[in-house]
């Protein structure tokens, strides 16, 4: 496939890795880094997050 300018990528971004545990660490840290908490709050939302990505990769 001849991929232009705005072609998405033939292999999806996670093909290289086994465990789906990468993908769910770094979206929760960019889940909590988009929000504005400091302190405490900043690792409620990332164990949210974490919990979150828990949820959806569980059979």
Known sequence: MVAGPRAA???PAGAGCESPWPA????SLVFASL?????WGIVEVF???MFMG???ISP
Do not use: R
């Open 54 to 56: 828990w949820l959806t």
């Open 35 to 39: 929000h504005g908490y400091t302190g």
């Open 47 to 49: 164990t949210f997050g």
């Open 9 to 11: 990528p033939d292999v």
């Open 24 to 27: 769910v660490v770094i979206g």
